[in-house]
């Protein structure tokens, strides 16, 4: 049983799905701190000048967790995110699809940032064909020591290999997962080149990029670098 943990990132980019697809479960870092200018309420995606961010507004004080995080809805946010997605892919081949999805989602109300990215995150990975499950690490009993926290994760959904990121190596105590009989193995992820509707090709864009452009063969473009 292998598991991938990681934040609960808002739309977020291709490797992520790819590490998801490889898990057989994944749960979502979302009781550890909150961190600006990262990715949990930001990503790119494509447009005819190059990309541009779009970016939920938050109510963050330090050091708030990332559950805790609430959605500055003073701005009008939604409509702009829901109108940026409309002009720049309407054209997409398979942006139709997934429209209405969008749409009820910005049309919907959201106190915190978890929520939506939950949402959107359990979508795309129906939407995606890659159907994992994916567990709140919220939910479960966890220490607070880094590493002690992946393992105790590895023990509730009972995996014995842990999948990281390929910066993992930089924080992870080795040991400790050894003493708790848990395999650890890196993400190797090699972004793959598919059609846009600009060109040139322009890399590490939410993962909409690829799903409104090749629909229901995403799966299969993430999968084509990455496996032998």
Same mark, same amino acid.
């Given at each position: 049983?292998? &598991? ?12 992520? #799905?790819?590490?998801? @697809? ?9 009781n550890v701190q ?6 949990? *309420? ?15 507004p938050v109510l963050? =004080? ?25 002009? *720049?892919?309407?054209?997409?081949? #398979? ?28 979508y795309l990975n ?24 992946? &393992? ?24 400790? #997962?050894?003493?708790? *009989?848990?395999? &650890?193995?890196?993400?190797?992820? =090699? ?6 509707? =600009? ?9 909409? @990029?690829?799903?409104? *452009? ?15």
């Amino acid at each position: 049983m292998i &598991v991938a943990i990681h934040q609960p990132q808002y739309l977020p980019w291709i490797g992520y #799905f790819d590490k998801l @697809d490889r898990a057989d479960v994944f749960v979502l870092l979302d009781n550890v701190q909150y961190k600006k200018n990262e990715w949990q *309420n930001r990503n790119r995606i494509r447009t005819s000048q190059g990309w541009q961010w779009i970016t939920v507004p938050v109510l963050y =004080h330090y050091p708030e967790k990332i559950n805790a995080v609430k959605i500055n809805n003073t701005t009008d946010w939604r409509r702009k995110h829901l109108n940026a997605l409309v002009y *720049n892919y309407s054209k997409a081949p #398979f942006f139709k699809e997934h429209r209405l999805f969008f749409e009820e989602t910005f049309s919907s109300h959201w106190e915190n940032l978890v929520e939506i990215n939950v949402h959107i995150i359990q979508y795309l990975n129906r939407a995606l064909g890659v159907n994992k499950e994916i567990v709140l690490a919220s939910r479960l009993a966890l220490r607070e020591e880094p590493t002690e926290r992946l &393992v105790d994760i590895c023990k509730h959904v009972q995996a014995d290999t842990y999948l990281s990121g390929k910066d993992g190596a930089k924080y992870i105590n080795f040991d400790t #997962f050894a003493q708790a *009989n848990i395999q &650890v193995t890196f993400q190797d992820f =090699h972004h793959p080149t598919y059609s846009q509707l =600009h060109e040139p090709f322009e890399p590490f864009m939410s993962i909409v @990029d690829l799903l409104f *452009n090749h629909g229901c063969h995403s799966l299969e473009i993430i999968r084509s670098q990455n496996r032998p």
